[in-house]
């Protein structure tokens, strides 16, 4: 079964604070490894991580990913109240479908 | 550039009623297409996929069905409603294995 476990599954933290959020998953036909953030509808795309060791960044968003630990952590600096989202990770693998984690939900509050 | 169209955004249904749920792609051919349902707003359970005209994959059995009439077009169905089909429903797209998708702006159903 492939599994993607992400943790903590809720986090509240102070506007200024920086937040890690982990993700980690099963290895069997790896291929990519996304993460999106959700407010009060769709899912938005965030990053997509396929090669171990190379952060991507997005203003104070970025994220990493391990391929021989499994898991990919996904950091905000200098939080802000904007930031309150669920946070999803999802793995792909060779079929077309994703598998995501059960989301954290991050509160940030002022 | 690729637009996906989902609606209604918001229903209200009777148990034992039916449904219809639809979804498009435009600026694309040969999507694959998803359907997720999101309980209490967590995670993401994949309902349906489908890789092409009239191929339907389930992953959880239950009550509801799926179609792809057309290339772009994918319908979640159900003939009666439990209580239990209450949550948020996602449609999504992708092209290659691994992709990211792209979801729909997503419905939420409440049966009552």
């Known amino acids: 079964e492939d599994k993607v476990v992400q943790s903590p599954l809720s986090l509240v933290v102070h506007e200024g604070d920086t937040v890690t959020l982990n993700c980690s998953y099963e290895v069997t036909n790896f291929r990519s490894l996304l993460w999106y953030k959700q407010e009060k509808k769709a899912p938005t795309f965030l990053f997509m991580l396929t090669s171990s060791g190379i952060e991507k960044k997005s203003g104070r968003l970025s994220s990493i990913l391990d391929k021989k630990e499994l898991f990919s952590i996904l950091n905000i600096t200098a939080t802000q109240t904007g930031d309150s989202a669920i946070y999803l990770c999802?793995?792909?693998?060779?079929?077309?479908?994703?598998?995501f984690g059960k989301g954290t939900l991050l509160t940030v509050n002022p | 550039s690729q637009t996906i169209h989902q609606w209604p955004a918001t229903l209200v249904q009777p148990v034992g009623s039916p449904l219809s749920l639809e979804c498009t792609v435009e600026?694309?051919?040969?999507?694959?297409l998803y359907w997720y349902r999101q309980a209490a707003g967590r995670g993401l359970q994949l309902l349906f996929y489908s890789v092409g005209i009239g191929q339907i994959s389930s992953e959880v059995p239950q009550n509801l069905s799926a179609s792809r009439p057309q290339d772009r077009q994918f319908i979640l169905s159900s003939k009666k409603l439990l209580l239990s089909d209450s949550g948020f429903y996602l449609c999504a797209w992708n092209r290659r294995p691994g992709d990211g998708y792209t979801f729909g702006s997503g419905t939420r159903l409440t049966v009552v």
């Open positions: 600026g694309t051919s040969n999507p694959n």
């Open positions: 999802a793995r792909g693998g060779s079929n077309y479908k994703l598998t």
